[in-house]
């Protein structure tokens, strides 16, 4: 029964998970082997001497261990586990996994440590009180660009007197998506297509003409915000934008299969994430095509977001 549990304990986990008592182990600790062999003394020592409040104390120690081996186990038991956020990273960042802990009990509970399983002991405790729930994060390094799942994690107390240890296994279905690292140092923006006039791109920023009201789509790096400072709302004061003229504008295309061949794949996606981010940096509209995912043209979060996942899945789409 137990390897047929510890078998389906490999598929992920999705939603809530409740800890019904038979997920939930228990060994005695150190401490607790020794106080077994101190019951085993005091009780050859009250067979041998015939003494009652011998027997009386032992029997009374024993039980009380019986009882803490019953808590022990309750602190783990019927606790509701659920997956939290999961934020992306870039290759080489930790990865930061959120966990969900809620108490629909009227008990609370204590000292419950938490830890991924294949990183030893857990090293992270919270206490959860009764109806209430606790979060934390859990951390581990991501090593390569793509999706990294969140491995098993444990749940570990020996609250409230240490003599048993208890605990459980939780398969959280959470996975964070690790971007390429961005090349440190890129070479210039490429820039391909038609020239157009439309106020963004590299030629024609520094051709400042002057300052007029604030229209949307306007990039927040084209604000003036000495001039906005100066005017104040009750003399209906708006925002003002800087205003550049002249320079015929390319659009820019960033193509994964306009990079030199002979560099290694992961340096290209590299070059083309640090040219993503600095294209946002400069607020110039920018397209995307890598592989078979072409991304049209665009700008703001939503768009880096979108261009920098296909860049984290390219090759990878089937894993």
């Given at each position: 029964m137990l390897d047929r549990w510890l078998f389906q304990l490999k598929d992920?986990?999705?939603?809530?998970?409740?800890?019904?008592?038979?997920?939930?182990?228990?060994?005695?600790?150190?401490?607790?082997?020794?106080?077994?062999?101190?019951?085993?003394?005091?009780?050859?020592?009250?067979?041998?001497?015939?003494?009652?409040?011998?027997?009386?104390l032992t029997f009374f120690t024993g039980s009380c261990a019986l009882v803490d081996m019953y808590l022990t186990a309750r602190n783990l038991a019927f606790l509701q586990l659920a997956p939290g956020r999961a934020q992306p990273v870039f290759a080489g960042d930790e990865a930061q996994f959120e966990l969900n802990l809620r108490n629909p009990t009227a008990r609370d509970r204590y000292a419950i440590w938490l830890g991924f399983q294949e990183d030893g002991e857990p090293r992270q405790a919270v206490d959860v009180a009764a109806g209430g729930s606790a979060t934390l994060v859990l951390?581990?390094?991501?090593?390569?660009?793509?999706?990294?799942?969140?491995?098993?994690?444990?749940?570990?107390?020996?609250?409230?007197?240490?003599?048993?240890?208890?605990?459980?296994?939780?398969?959280?279905?959470?996975?964070?998506?690790?971007?390429?690292?961005?090349?440190?140092?890129?070479?210039?923006?490429?820039?391909?297509?038609?020239?157009?006039?439309?106020?963004?791109?590299?030629?024609?920023?520094?051709?400042?003409?002057?300052?007029?009201?604030?229209?949307?789509?306007?990039?927040?790096?084209?604000?003036?915000?000495?001039q906005i400072a100066r005017l104040h709302p009750a003399d209906g004061g708006n925002l003002v934008s800087k205003h550049f003229e002249g320079g015929a504008v390319s659009d820019l295309l960033l193509d994964l299969n306009h990079l030199p061949y002979h560099l290694d794949i992961e340096l290209r996606l590299a070059r083309l994430a640090a040219w993503v981010l600095e294209a946002e940096r400069r607020a110039l509209p920018y397209a995307l095509n890598v592989g078979h995912r072409q991304i049209a043209q665009g700008l703001g979060e939503a768009h880096c977001t979108a261009c920098l996942a296909a860049l984290a899945l390219y090759g990878k789409e089937g894993a």
């Open positions: 992920r986990e999705s939603g809530t998970v409740e800890l019904v008592m038979r997920r939930v182990f228990i060994l005695p600790t150190r401490p607790g082997m020794a106080f077994v062999g101190l019951l085993l003394i005091m009780l050859i020592g009250s067979i041998n001497y015939n003494l009652g409040l011998g027997f009386v951390s581990r390094p991501s090593t390569a660009r793509g999706w990294l799942a969140a491995p098993r994690v444990r749940l570990f107390t020996r609250f409230p007197l240490g003599l048993f240890g208890a605990w459980a296994y939780w398969q959280p279905d959470m996975k964070v998506l690790a971007y390429p690292q961005p090349e440190a140092s890129p070479p210039p923006l490429p820039t391909a297509g038609a020239a157009r006039e439309d106020g963004h791109g590299t030629v024609g920023l520094d051709n400042f003409a002057g300052i007029r009201s604030y229209q949307p789509g306007d990039p927040l790096k084209h604000l003036a915000w000495r």
